[in-house]
């Protein structure tokens, strides 16, 4: 990756990202501009079809055996 010739300007963009988005006087100019391109978050984020069903899981005690062993 070092070596590659837009390694520098890649560099660039990421140390410029990090300091509008943990700037907020920068964020919100940010944000505004990219409202006034007519951007969207939820315009590019995955659509999934179903939610995430989240399991609980205990870990408190040794593995129990399935039904039927």
């Known amino acids: 990756r070092g070596n590659h010739p837009d390694a520098p300007e890649h560099a660039k963009l990421i140390n410029l990202a990090h300091d ?20 969207r978050p939820s315009a590019s984020a995955p659509s999934y079809g179903r939610p995430v069903q989240w399991k609980t899981v205990s870990r408190e005690g040794p593995p129990r055996a399935p039904k039927g062993f």
């Open 20 to 39: 509008v988005l943990t700037n907020s006087i920068k964020r919100v100019a940010y944000d505004r501009q990219r409202a006034a391109a007519g951007w």
